[in-house]
T-cell receptor
Framework: AQTVTQSQPEMSVQEAETVTLSCTYD???????LFWYKQPPSRQMILVIR??????QNATENRFSVNFQKAAKSFSLKISDSQLGDAAMYFC??????????FGTGTRLKVLA | DAGVIQSPRHEVTEMGQEVTLRCKPI?????LFWYRQTMMRGLELLIY????????DSGMPEDRFSAKMPNASFSTLKIQPSEPRDSAVYFC??????????????FGEGSWLTVV
């Protein structure tokens, strides 16, 4: 079965520090997409970053970057220079060749002032 | 560019009443999804449309739930009759799926439903 695991229900980081959220997935496919979504208290799901499995280069979006380890089926999100506005639930998602997007259970990130 | 537009944003209704949630996907997207999010069950896929055709409705909880997509720019999710356990945030999402497509799923702001 294709699954996405976020093993950290909650994480805390000091403002301006760096934090890494972990995500692992189980798949037998070779071509797929991976995403990180942010869900602030407003509950809107906001795309943070995406990665195509066939690309070896790790995706980066400003302060957000990923460490994609295809062999290990790992897709962690690194947030640099954390800001108070980064506080939210973060969901890792995986999309194989089918239409289904498989979401993890989320990691709640707290940013301490 | 306009994102996925959902209405209403909030709805409070009494048990037994009919609820209709509406969604306008991003123009040009060929896939539309309805999700439900609760604390207990997380994010659940209710139904998936591709090119306006329902492909997978296995996540629809029961016959009280129905969804339609009469054209590429509009979809509804209806609950009749509503029950307190239907209280949740309902998300509509759309994407352009296929080879060489972005395959990124974009969510609306959600419809917060409370059934009392």
């Amino acid at each position: 079965a294709q699954t996405v695991t976020q093993s950290q229900p909650e994480m805390s980081v000091q403002e301006a520090e760096t934090v890494t959220l972990s995500c692992t997935y189980d798949t037998s496919e070779s071509d797929y997409y991976l995403f990180w979504y942010k869900q602030p208290p407003s509950r809107q799901m906001i795309l943070v970053i995406r990665q195509e499995a066939y690309k070896q280069q790790n995706a980066t979006e400003n302060r957000f970057s990923v460490n994609f380890q295809k062999a290990a089926k790992s897709f962690s999100l690194k947030i640099s220079d954390s800001q108070l506005g980064d506080a939210a639930m973060y969901f890792c998602a995986y999309k194989p060749g089918t239409y289904k997007y498989i979401f993890g259970t989320g990691t709640r990130l707290k940013v301490l002032a | 560019d306009a994102g996925v537009i959902q209405s209403p944003r909030h709805e409070v209704t009494e048990m037994g009443q009919e609820v209709t949630l509406r969604c306008k996907p991003i123009s040009g997207h060929n896939s539309l999804f309805w999700y439900r999010q609760t604390m207990m069950r997380g994010l659940e896929l209710l139904i998936y449309f591709n090119n306006n055709v329902p492909i997978d409705d296995s996540g629809m909880p029961e016959d009280r739930f129905s969804a339609k997509m009469p054209n590429a720019s509009f979809s509804t999710l209806k609950i009749q009759p509503s029950e307190p356990r239907d209280s949740a945030v309902y998300f509509c999402a759309s994407s352009l799926t296929g080879v060489d497509s972005g395959n990124t799923i974009y969510f609306g702001e959600g419809s917060w439903l409370t059934v009392v």
